[in-house]
Structures are given as structure tokens and as C-alpha cells.
């Protein structure tokens, strides 16, 4: 069993960045793509960004492309969330996910989810 805990969520405002952490802990977690969700209040879970096992592949929604950055660290058992020129629109909760094949952005095709870390952008 993998388990994944995000940090690094909090306030900001429109305009700046922040970092997203996610921690993994148990079975070898360079064998597993991992991905980023979020999901906004009264909104579905939409899919932000996914790498591959080794980081060599990325993935991410047209829509976030060019300011959100995924990365990993296998040595330290770690993904990130580099997020840039933040917009209100970012406010959402924001869930770290693994998947034990390439799931890119199928959020149903992932089997291990974080509690989630949260993100508030003030205009």
C-alpha cells in the first residue's frame, strides 16, 4: 500500500506561486506514475498534471500548461506541484494520486489518493 500526504497549500494572491509537496511512504514509489487533481467547491475533480515513473514524460491540462510545473524526486520519494502566476480560478483543493501504470489524466485509473492540501487565491 502507498501512501501519499500534500503539503504546501495555503492563501496567496492573484499573481503569485506557490509549491506543492507530496510525500509518498510504503511500497517503491519509482514504480508508480503520479498525478495532480483539484477540485474546486461545487465543482468536479479535474485533472491538473501527470509523470511518468522515471519523470521523463509529463502531461497537463491545456488549460494550465505553461504556468503549472510537475517534477519528482525518487531519491526522496517526492512530486511536486510548481504553480505560477496564480488566478481565483486555482482556488481548489488540490489531491496528489498515484497509479501503478501510465494513467495520464484518468483520474478513475489511479489507486492511491492524498487527503488533498488546499489552495485559496485572492484577487
Known amino acids: 500500500q502507498l501512501q501519499l500526504v500534500e503539503s504546501g497549500g495555503g492563501a496567496v494572491q492573484s499573481g503569485d506561486s506557490l509549491r506543492l509537496t507530496c510525500t509518498a511512504s510504503g511500497r517503491s514509489f519509482d514504480t508508480y506514475s503520479m498525478g495532480w487533481f483539484r477540485q474546486a467547491p461545487s465543482k468536479e475533480r479535474e485533472f491538473v498534471a501527470a509523470i511518468t515513473w522515471s519523470g521523463s514524460v509529463t502531461n497537463y491540462a491545456d488549460s494550465l500548461q505553461g504556468r503549472f510545473t510537475i517534477s519528482r524526486d525518487n531519491a526522496k520519494n517526492t512530486v511536486f506541484l510548481q504553480m505560477n502566476d496564480l488566478k481565483p480560478e486555482d482556488t481548489a483543493v488540490y489531491y496528489c494520486?498515484?497509479?501503478?501504470?501510465?494513467?495520464?489524466?484518468?483520474?478513475?485509473?489511479?489507486?492511491?489518493w492524498g487527503q488533498g492540501t488546499q489552495v485559496f487565491v485572492s484577487s
Open positions: 494520486a498515484a497509479s501503478d501504470f501510465w494513467a495520464k489524466d484518468s483520474s478513475k485509473e489511479y489507486q492511491h
